[in-house]
Nanobody
Framework: VQLQASGGGLVQPGGYLRLSCALS????????MGWYRQAPGKQRELIAS??????NYTDSVKGRFTISGDNAKNTVSLQMNSLKPEDTAVYYC???????????????WGQGTQVTVSS
């Protein structure tokens, strides 16, 4: 199983970006998909997750970020609006899933994608 993230970049404050993550491999079920971020000198934090259509967000991104998933296409996206300099971080997609021939649940990570919010 592989997770391939894309969509990061440099954006001015108040701007927007859309991150996407494509899951590939012999996936039987996806239980939870999420986005984490890690800013310089800080721990990686969960900012948004989606499971069974239900979404959760950390307070700092509520109302600005929207997570969406397409289980048929095995993709998860993060629409980020009204970006702030403090949103600058490396963003990682994450999935809790079951793969063919694997244990009931496994966690997989995508490679990070850099988001920089600066004027």
């Amino acid at each position: 199983v592989q997770l391939q993230a894309s969509g990061g970049g440099l954006v001015q404050p108040g701007g927007y970006l859309r991150l996407s993550c494509a899951l590939s491999g012999s996936i039987i079920s996806i239980y939870v998909m999420g986005w984490y971020r890690q800013a310089p000198g800080k721990q990686r934090e969960l900012i948004a997750s989606i499971t069974g259509g239900n979404t959760n967000y950390t307070d700092s991104v509520k109302g600005r970020f929207t997570i969406s998933g397409d289980n048929a296409k095995n993709t998860v996206s993060l629409q980020m609006n009204s970006l702030k300099p403090e949103d600058t971080a490396v963003y990682y997609c994450n999935a809790l899933l079951r793969r063919l021939g694997g244990p009931q649940r496994e966690v997989y990570w995508g490679q990070g994608t850099q988001v920089t919010v600066s004027s």
